[in-house]
């Protein structure tokens, strides 16, 4: 029997701080709008965010719009020029909502597109009772006659991105905590046309300013057409 | 903050009311994770007389609550599929989440992790009490000399600083304790064990098993960690599988094996176990003057109050890339890559398995049968690897192998009738129950090849988790050893299956990302060079003797066997030794 290091005392942890500070925030993509909810000592706060402009800085990604955040007793404030500057990204597994697969097909509207994710989403091919009783994909081959990996390359899409916001002001908003290094995650889980389109513009700009060598015309292209899209 | 599985009555739980008190206690050992790996080394240890603590970062699990296996699609909103959008939305890398089981898995938007575009990795991860136990696939198949020396076999990387006659004992043990069910099948590469009897074939996995034999390959019963016979003495509250075929949203029986069955109830009962769920470890603190670990910074999950605990001894169970995460963010003046990376191999050679490709259809002369009551057997057949076991199996193309898990027989609608059959109404109706009791498939497992540009870092953008700490970005690509073995898993899937007489309706496939196999391996591997691994052969940190990382981060090689029971082993084993060591004062 190995020897208690310790006895007679009840603490068995000790205590160094609490929550000052917002990390972060997650918002769904609808239509042009980001919307979420974060939670404050267990009080929701719904958020929003409408990008107004896009621009590239320094090879990044920025946009720059309206934050506005519906307190919990049901006021709403918000704060104009909010900065959100693309820093990372988390690329997407499974069905591209519309991405190259589905742009030039006409018959292949959104329901199609949601229906077969779903289909996909609830029992995936690997996860079956019984291995193997579904059918496999459609083989891709590679130019050596190989099966392609899943959502890589030319199949490929952006599913999170993630932006640094502007240094915000906690009281100006109504949130009690430190507003100054909030990190704005972005789901693109698409459900309008809109939003797939901007998906689509947002794969388009992270391809290229991540790639090697940078593709700056391209993303240059990209950014042009999102604040077509913010503006219109 | 109880743990209310009836098994744990006896868990001693904390919660944050526990933090008045004035001076703070030390543990003999602190564990993270409490999963497979963590629940071992909670059973082994408090067993053997340490004070242990685990710190699980999930909330506790109750199963009457929690459980859902016995519910039927038509009881629940949705038939059970949730409502639309709802993974997309909050757990859309979590795979095997069905609406069932959610709440065994972490939300994505509070969880991130990134990637390079085009470059996706699929991170499923269950942070509860019991972590992925929980909903696990039970396969448990032993690695042979073939895996842990392939290095000496066929010159790609490196053995293993262990072998099978050293792991053997440990393996017994394990087999025996959790319950697998299995047979002796006498093939050396998938080693024989301790089992309890194997779950009968279907008469499609009999035809399957025959139509391999004919092409030369062996079928044998999956081995599962389930148990098929009365239970041993210290299997208390667990129960014979009763083949309701719902493993996955929780088994209230305790028939498969879970930490919360069986691991943490044996370590709950020597009174020296202290749970703490919803505690999030930030990082390792370590001693500024020795540069050994003295305790964890961990943050509550739910109140967000920050805490500190003080160990003599640390073992990482968390999983294997969130205890890699953990030594990353250990960074300190004595470890400024990271705790344990004087090597600069942490985060590196990232592997896992890979599947998506195989083949599927029906077999004519059982189609129309009267339906018989099968559909719960939650196994099938596996044809074992049969590519480079020697110079006659050497494929000219790959190194390593893969195995193919198969199988045959009726499921719960939709199951085949999802995509198998196409079509609608009244004919589509008759095609469905003529092949009901009809369908075959058969889906690779395969190794990937452990290198060093595989790997793991934390993002170097300062991407931060919903708590603030730091995340994970992904590097991982599968090589051309990899797409060559896909290739050949397409043509040899199709070629089985028609020996065995069926009607093949589709094959191919694409290769699963990474990471949705759910099999991640490596990032903090062990090995006898200090220089070129982050743990000795007893999962014991080389550069900090009182840290151990007991879970798949340390492994060298993935084989193409499923993992946990290697996992299982390896922990009893570095925990025997570390008992030793602990004893001898070396920690």
Redesign the interface.
């Known amino acids: 029997m190995l020897r208690k290091t310790e006895t007679g005392s009840s603490q068995l942890v000790r205590p160094t701080g609490n929550q000052r500070q917002l990390h972060s925030i997650h918002g769904l993509l609808r239509g042009r709008v980001v919307d979420g909810q974060f939670e404050v000592r267990g009080q929701p706060y719904r958020f929003s965010f409408v990008p107004a402009t896009a621009a590239l800085a320094d090879a990044k990604l920025v946009l720059n719009g309206r934050l506005t955040v519906h307190s919990p007793q049901g006021s709403m404030r918000f704060v104009d020029s909010v900065e959100a500057r693309l820093v990372a990204i988390q690329g997407g597994v499974g069905v591209s909502p519309v991405r190259r697969q589905l742009l030039t097909g006409t018959a292949q509207t959104s329901q199609t597109a949601t229906s077969d994710q779903k289909m996909d989403q609830e029992k995936g091919p690997e996860t079956d009772l019984q291995p193997g009783l579904h059918a496999f994909e459609s083989p891709r081959l590679d130019e050596l006659g190989r099966p392609m990996v899943e959502s890589t390359g030319r199949l490929s899409f952006v599913g999170v991105l993630y932006f640094n916001l502007s240094a915000l002001d906690g009281p100006t908003l109504g949130v009690p905590l430190d507003l100054s290094k909030v990190q704005l995650n972005l789901r693109l889980a698409t459900t309008d046309d809109l939003a797939r389109e901007l998906q689509n513009l947002f794969s388009n700009v992270t391809d290229a300013i991540y790639g090697d060598p940078i593709d700056e015309r391209a993303a240059g292209e990209s950014v042009q057409e999102l604040n077509r899209i913010f503006k219109s | 903050m109880l743990c209310c599985h009836r098994s744990l009555d006896r868990l001693t739980t904390?919660s944050e009311n526990?933090?008045?008190?004035?001076?703070?206690?030390?543990?003999?050992a602190l564990i993270i994770g409490s999963g497979a790996s963590g629940g071992m080394a909670a059973k082994e240890l408090t067993a053997?007389?340490?004070?242990v603590?685990v710190l699980e970062a999930g909330p506790p699990v109750n199963p009457a609550r929690d459980f859902t296996h016995h519910t039927w699609p038509y009881q629940v909103m949705y038939r059970g599929?949730?409502p639309?959008?709802w993974?997309?939305?909050e757990q859309?890398?979590q795979?095997?989440a069905?609406?069932f089981s959610r709440h065994f898995y972490v939300k994505?938007?509070?969880h991130?992790?990134?990637?390079?575009?085009?470059?996706?990795?699929?991170w499923v991860r269950a942070r509860i009490v019991g972590g992925k136990t929980l909903h696990w696939g039970r396969l448990s198949w032993r690695l042979s000399d073939l895996d842990f020396k392939a290095a000496s076999h066929d010159g790609f990387g490196d053995d293993w600083p262990i072998s099978y006659a050293e792991m053997a004992p440990y393996y017994d043990r394990v087999e025996e304790f959790i319950g697998v069910s299995g047979n002796a099948d006498g093939l050396p590469h998938v080693p024989d064990g301790k089992y309890m009897p194997a779950m009968p074939l279907t008469c499609g996995e009999h035809l399957l098993r025959k139509g391999a034999e004919k092409t030369g390959r062996r079928g044998i019963s999956m081995r599962v960690a389930m148990l098929t016979s009365q239970p041993k003495s210290f299997m208390k509250g667990r129960r014979k599988c009763h083949y309701c075929?719902h493993c996955?949203d929780g088994c209230d029986v305790n028939a498969m094996f879970s930490s919360i069955a069986s691991t943490l109830p044996l370590a709950a009962a020597t009174g020296r176990l202290?749970l703490?769920p919803n505690s999030i470890v930030r990082h390792i603190v370590t001693d500024k003057n020795t540069g050994k670990a003295k305790g964890v910074?961990?943050v509550d999950r739910v109140?967000?109050?920050?805490?500190?605990?003080d160990a003599?001894v640390i073992i990482l169970a968390a999983s294997t890339l969130e205890s890699t995460r953990l030594l990353l963010n250990s960074r300190s003046q004595q470890h400024p890559q990271g705790l344990g990376n004087s090597s600069g191999v942490l985060g590196r050679y990232f592997v896992d398995h890979?599947?998506?490709?195989?083949?599927?259809g029906f077999f004519p002369m059982l189609a129309g049968r009267d339906p018989i009551n099968e559909?719960g057997?939650?196994t099938?057949i596996f044809i074992p690897r049969f590519r480079n076991l020697d110079k006659t199996t050497k494929h000219p193309k790959f190194l390593r192998g893969y195995g193919?898990?198969?199988?045959?027989?009726t499921?719960?609608f939709p199951?085949?009738a999802?995509?198998?059959i196409t079509g609608f109404g009244p004919d589509y109706k008759k095609q469905v129950r003529r092949f009901y009791t009809a369908?075959?498939?058969?889906?690779v497992r395969a190794a990937m090849l452990s290198r060093f540009e595989n790997h793991v870092e934390l993002?170097p953008?300062?991407?931060?988790?919903?708590?603030?700490i730091p995340v994970l970005?992904m590097h991982i690509?599968?090589s051309d050893n990899e797409?060559?073995m896909?290739?050949d898993a397409?043509e040899t899937s199709e070629e089985i299956l028609r020996a065995a007489g069926a009607e093949v309706?589709?094959?191919?496939?694409?290769?699963?990302?990474p990471?949705?196999?759910i099999h991640e391996l490596g990032t903090a591997r062990m090995g006898n060079d200090p220089k070129t691994s982050v743990l000795n052969k007893f999962n014991q940190m080389h550069d900090v003797k009182n840290v151990f990382v007991t879970d798949g981060a340390s492994f060298v090689s993935s084989a193409n066997q499923n993992p946990t029971l290697t996992i299982l082993a390896l922990t009893l084993r570095a925990c025997e030794y570390l008992t030793e060591e602990?004893?001898r004062g070396e920690l």
Request: one cysteine or more; proline letters at 4%; charged letters at 25%.
């Open positions: 904390l526990e933090t008045t008190v004035k001076s703070t206690k030390v543990f003999d053997r007389g340490f004070e603590l599929f949730g639309p959008g993974k997309q939305q859309w890398m795979d095997t069905s609406h994505d938007s509070e991130p992790y990134t990637t390079d575009p085009g470059n996706p990795f699929m075929g996955g202290t703490r910074a961990f109140t967000r109050e920050e805490y500190e605990v003599k890979f599947g998506g490709i195989g083949a599927s559909d057997k939650a099938g193919f898990e198969c199988g045959s027989g499921s719960l199951g085949m999802r995509r198998l369908p075959v498939g058969m889906t993002d953008s300062g991407v931060v988790d919903a708590w603030g970005k690509q599968y797409r060559e896909a290739k397409a309706v589709s094959t191919g496939g694409q290769m699963t990302a990471g949705r196999i602990y004893k």
